[in-house]
């Protein structure tokens, strides 16, 4: 089975700054047929189901703001907001869907 | 629109059983796989089985699960009927969590969430 781990597992970071998130899997999540990641990042509110942040390790879904960016490839991966705003608050998790298992992260606690 | 309704979440004791249902609208549901996903109260994201899209065949559809629901939870999908479900035995109260029904990503990398349904497991 293929194991995620964050880094880490929360952060408090000031508003308008960088808050960098790492995310590694066990094994390579890269499949050389097509060149891609099969990694995904949620956002996660009390409340509400995981929204979808970033899919393919570094392709922004439709909707996302821009201060949002993922890349990596491979086995290590980051989401940065490069400028924290108030409702970012919540908890981020990596997904791996490379095989039929789609292990999560343990998650990270994002604060102000 | 995709749209994914989970239902059957429920207090149940231990060793009880429970069905859970998702029923499917918005996109050609045979031709997804599908998966649950669970969240314990103050844990983190759990993946918790996956069942292949079964496509055309009728006899067989791959399934997988989580290590700690193998030999007790059953994923299966109607695909006549756009529904997915997961049979839940001989429930343990570390079973106790939100339940998520999510659309596989189908090639596109982008995967569809339901808004979940609440099981409980306490005497």
């Known amino acids: 089975d293929i194991v995620m781990t964050q880094s880490p597992d929360s952060l408090a970071v000031s508003l308008g700054e960088r808050a960098t998130i790492n995310c590694r899997s066990s094994?390579?999540?890269?499949?050389?047929?097509?060149?891609?990641?099969?990694l995904a990042w949620y956002q996660h509110k009390p409340g509400q189901p995981p929204k979808l942040l970033i899919y393919?390790?570094?392709t922004r879904e439709s909707g996302v703001p821009d201060r949002f960016s993922g890349s990596g490839s491979g086995t290590d991966f980051t989401l940065t907001i490069s400028s924290l705003q108030a409702e970012d608050v919540a908890v981020y998790y990596c997904q791996q869907y490379y095989n039929s298992r789609h292990a999560f992260g343990q998650g990270t606690k994002l604060e102000i | 629109e995709v749209q994914l309704v989970e239902s059957g979440g429920d207090l149940v004791q231990p060793g009880g059983s429970l069905r859970l249902s998702c029923a499917a609208s918005g996109f050609t549901f045979s031709n997804y796989a599908m998966s649950w996903v669970r969240q314990a109260p103050g844990k983190g994201l759990e993946w918790v089985s996956l069942i292949g899209s079964g496509g055309s065949s009728i006899f067989y559809t791959d399934t997988f699960y989580a290590d700690s629901v193998e030999g007790r939870f059953t994923i299966s999908r109607d695909n006549s009927k756009n529904t997915l479900f997961l049979q839940m035995d001989s429930l343990r109260a570390e079973d106790t969590a939100l339940y998520y029904c999510?659309?596989?990503?189908?090639?596109?990398?982008?995967?569809?969430w339901g808004q979940g349904t609440l099981v409980t497991v306490s005497s």
């Open positions: 094994q390579s999540v890269l499949y050389n047929s097509n060149n891609k990641n099969y």
């Open positions: 999510v659309k596989d990503h189908g090639g596109s990398g982008r995967m569809n």
């Open positions: 393919w390790a570094s």
